[in-house]
């Protein structure tokens, strides 16, 4: 792998860290705090569930809307990307 290569991961990598940081940030505390629970700790939604006192079906639904809008986020950001990276190459835009 060439070293410009490396360069553009990583300068990837932490512009898409960046951007999860600011959302995060933004990110109601309660579905920030079941996400972290969830893929830094490593636990299940059940057990989740019973730290907030809520049904694992309420939980769920905290994550997923989580989830949805993280991807949201970054659909929108790759789609800018995308757009500026075309207006460079001077494509068409589609119709």
Excluded: W
Excluded at 14 to 23: F, G, K, R, S, V
């Amino acid at each position: 792998m060439s070293q410009l290569h490396d360069k553009r991961t990583n300068m990837d990598r932490t512009d898409i860290l960046e951007l999860l940081a600011q959302y995060l940030a933004q990110m109601p505390a309660v579905q920030k705090k079941v996400l972290a629970m969830y893929y830094h700790e490593d636990m299940s939604l059940s057990d989740i569930a019973t730290c907030f006192g809520l049904t694992e079906s309420r939980i769920r639904q905290i994550h997923r809307q989580g989830v949805v809008s993280l991807r949201e986020i970054f659909v929108t950001h790759l789609r800018v990307r995308l757009s500026s990276f075309e207006d460079v190459l001077d494509l068409p835009s589609e119709a």
